[in-house]
């Protein structure tokens, strides 16, 4: 019988899931997949195979109990799972590091949901889930926000009151264990002369980071996973007056703004037809076009301005779903950057599910 740790990458359109033996948490995985397109038609996959999954209706709680409750199935035989670990994506400033998860860490963990709605509560869920099916396991939460602690206060602060920074209201950043995945392999890669990196992690959501000597002095994200890059229906960054001029003088409620910024916006606002860069590269709309052109702009934009907080670029590196799969943006980024004059951009695999796994294997 081999002990295994159960990973689950809980993101806002999608389930990443896969088992490590306990005894090699940083080798390859016993299995690996995920379910894809939550919401519209899901699917899982494994390695070269995809199958309809779940209902279309199906939420991420739904289709992570179908997925344990099929685990058994989908395992190699003699498997035991031993432990289990989670992506958590909002460690507020308290968790700056991975930590076994208890009653009250999920207590503080679901305090933080309102800055994170897209996916704090799909961790929680996978989480839960996990505890149901496997009651007497350990369990491990790995936090997405932590890879940015190391920011300067420069960095973390907007521009309020101090007493709000004191109060938590600071840049936290995001796909922090994306960037950790990426920053572990960058010196075999890139060599001990490229100290200064872009990581863009390009995905449903999307965000970018500085990386000095591997470590982050700046992100795109900030407060909540809204802010920075358009995504596939967030907005990303706008000017804070318009929210409030929808607020007091179109008279939109909370909720319908709320809604506005975190589901119809993005590549699904600005084409109108979907939210998905797979659907805009394929199609021939003049309103897709529009979607891929912006986003390769402010793309551009955001390198340019982390590469000020890095005095310099040496290298850029695309990660995440439309960064590691569409070369199309890769290469129509990069040529906005040309002036630069830096070595040709890498695609690399992030593989945040090997973090997690490493993790919970020191913690359990």
């Not at 932590?146 to 907007?158: D, M």
């Not at 709320?258 to 606002?269: D, N, T």
């Not at 779903?321 to 951009?345: K, T």
Request: aromatic share 6%; glycine share 12%.
């Amino acid at each position: 019988m081999t002990d295994a740790l159960l990973v689950l990458n809980a993101g806002s359109s999608s389930v990443k899931f896969a088992l490590y033996a306990a005894a090699q948490p940083g080798g390859p995985p016993l299995l690996a997949g995920q379910i894809e397109r939550i919401g519209d038609a899901p699917s899982l996959a494994i390695g070269d195979t995809s199958l309809a999954f779940g209902q279309s209706g199906d939420g991420h709680a739904a289709l992570i109990g179908q997925l344990l409750d099929a685990m058994d199935g989908l395992a190699p035989n003699d498997i035991r799972i031993a432990g289990a670990g989670h992506r958590v994506v909002h460690g507020g400033a308290r968790f700056d590091a991975p930590v076994r998860i208890d009653d009250g860490v999920i207590a503080e963990l679901t305090a933080l949901s309102p800055l994170a709605p897209q996916h704090q509560p799909h961790n929680l869920a996978g989480i839960e889930a996990v505890a149901a099916a496997y009651p007497d396991i350990p369990q491990v939460a790995a936090f997405d926000t932590a890879f940015h602690r190391t920011q300067s206060e420069v960095a973390e602060h907007y521009a309020l009151p101090r007493d709000y920074a004191d109060n938590g209201m600071i840049a936290y950043g995001f796909h922090g264990l994306s960037y950790a995945s990426i920053a572990l392999r960058l010196p075999a890669l890139l060599g001990s002369g490229a100290r200064r990196v872009v990581v863009a992690h390009l995905g449903h959501g999307c965000s970018m980071a500085a990386l000095l000597d591997g470590r982050s002095v700046a992100t795109t994200m900030g407060f909540t996973a809204l802010e920075g890059l358009p995504m596939g229906t967030r907005s990303g960054s706008i000017d804070p007056g318009l929210v409030l001029h929808l607020l007091s003088e179109r008279g939109m409620e909370i909720d319908a703004v709320h809604r506005l910024l975190y589901k119809e916006s993005g590549l699904l606002g600005l084409s109108g037809i979907s939210g998905d860069m797979r659907d805009l590269l394929a199609s021939d709309a003049p309103e897709a076009r529009f979607a891929v052109d912006y986003f390769v702009d402010r793309c551009a934009r955001a390198v340019g301005s982390l590469a000020v907080s890095l005095d310099g670029l040496d290298a850029l590196v695309f990660t995440g779903g439309i960064g590691e799969n569409a070369a199309e943006i890769r290469e129509a980024v990069a040529a906005r950057l040309a002036w630069l004059d830096i070595r040709p951009p890498l695609a690399i695999a992030t593989d945040e599910e090997g973090v997690i796994a490493v993790a919970t294997a020191r913690l359990i």
